[in-house]
């Protein structure tokens, strides 16, 4: 007796249920993936506090600022980039990052700089050759021209004042981003009312508290930068997270 063959039927009610099991299935792992990322990104901030927390204790109490100008080129605060190294062009740039601030207290834990969920959002442009840096300090506590001491956030308000936050920016003047080509940079503060925030994780971004726990919170409504708003960048409400050390939002 021959085999009988599958019918047409057959094969659409097969397919039905495959394409069902598929629409069960990649929701819960895509779920899952996200979850796994917010877990590592929030391992990251919290090595990063312990980090700053070595760090203030040697400094008493004082944070440093974002960057440095030295002779031979600028000292960030995540590493040194040589006065040659824009001339290379973006995504190409050289950071060494041994002379981070934090690096003594980090080295071989630098893939704590790099949130999982990155690239997010949109196209990417990297801006340094190799691992980037994906958490933004509190610009209130690390400044371009000055730094703030731990000593200036009140006991009472350390719970909602951030140290760190996944940060980005939406970059639309540095090739080959442009204004037609609006592209995700990799941003390293984080300000009142700015978009420099990134909710990459399930509409969250991952904060480290000045009491140094970690929690994810949502944007301010309407926050999200129109010129590229699938990259979810945008800011906090002020009422859940403060940036000024005295308290005030």
Same mark, same amino acid.
């Not at 801006?127 to 509190?138: E, V």
């Given at each position: 007796? #021959?085999?009988?063959?599958?019918?047409?039927?057959? &094969?659409?009610?097969?397919? !039905? +249920?495959?394409?069902? =099991?598929?629409?069960?299935?990649?929701?819960?792992?895509?779920?899952?993936?996200?979850?796994?990322?917010?877990?590592?990104?929030?391992?990251?901030?919290?090595?990063?506090?312990?980090?700053?927390?070595?760090?203030?204790?040697?400094?008493?109490?004082?944070?440093?600022?974002?960057?440095?100008?030295?002779?031979?080129?600028?000292?960030?605060?995540?590493?040194?980039?040589?006065?040659?190294?824009?001339?290379?062009?973006?995504?190409?740039?050289?950071?060494?990052?041994?002379?981070?601030?934090?690096?003594?207290?980090?080295?071989?834990?630098?893939?704590?700089?790099?949130?999982?969920?990155?690239?997010?959002? #949109?196209?990417?442009?990297?801006?340094?050759?190799? &691992?980037?840096?994906?958490? !933004? +300090?509190?610009?209130? =506590?690390?400044?371009?021209?000055?730094?703030?001491?731990?000593?200036?956030?009140?006991?009472?308000?350390?719970?909602?004042?951030?140290?760190?936050?996944?940060?980005?920016?939406?970059?639309?003047?540095?090739?080959?981003?442009?204004?037609?080509?609006?592209?995700?940079?990799?941003?390293?503060?984080?300000?009142?009312?700015?978009?420099?925030?990134?909710?990459?994780?399930?509409?969250?971004?991952?904060?480290?508290?000045?009491?140094?726990?970690?929690?994810?919170?949502?944007?301010?409504?309407?926050?999200?930068?129109?010129?590229?708003?699938?990259?979810?960048?945008?800011?906090?409400?002020?009422?859940?997270?403060?940036?000024?050390?005295?308290?005030?939002?």
């Amino acid at each position: 007796m #021959g085999r009988r063959g599958i019918t047409l039927v057959e &094969l659409i009610v097969v397919s !039905g +249920i495959v394409g069902v =099991l598929v629409g069960l299935v990649v929701p819960a792992v895509t779920g899952a993936l996200n979850l796994a990322n917010q877990t590592v990104c929030a391992s990251n901030l919290r090595q990063l506090g312990h980090a700053m927390q070595l760090y203030l204790k040697d400094h008493d109490g004082e944070f440093f600022r974002l960057r440095t100008t030295e002779a031979d080129g600028v000292l960030w605060y995540f590493g040194f980039e040589a006065s040659s190294s824009p001339a290379l062009g973006e995504g190409n740039r050289v950071l060494d990052r041994t002379r981070g601030k934090l690096y003594p207290y980090l080295q071989a834990s630098e893939a704590v700089e790099v949130c999982p969920a990155v690239p997010f959002g #949109g196209p990417y442009k990297p801006k340094y050759k190799g &691992l980037g840096w994906t958490y !933004g +300090i509190n610009y209130n =506590l690390s400044s371009h021209n000055s730094s703030g001491n731990y000593g200036w956030i009140r006991p009472v308000d350390a719970t909602r004042t951030a140290i760190f936050a996944d940060a980005a920016y939406v970059n639309t003047h540095q090739a080959p981003a442009s204004a037609r080509k609006p592209m995700v940079e990799d941003w390293y503060y984080v300000q009142k009312g700015c978009r420099y925030v990134q909710f990459r994780h399930l509409g969250r971004a991952n904060v480290l508290f000045a009491d140094w726990h970690v929690e994810a919170v949502g944007p301010a409504a309407g926050s999200f930068d129109p010129r590229l708003p699938e990259a979810r960048i945008g800011y906090f409400d002020p009422a859940e997270v403060v940036f000024a050390p005295g308290g005030s939002p």
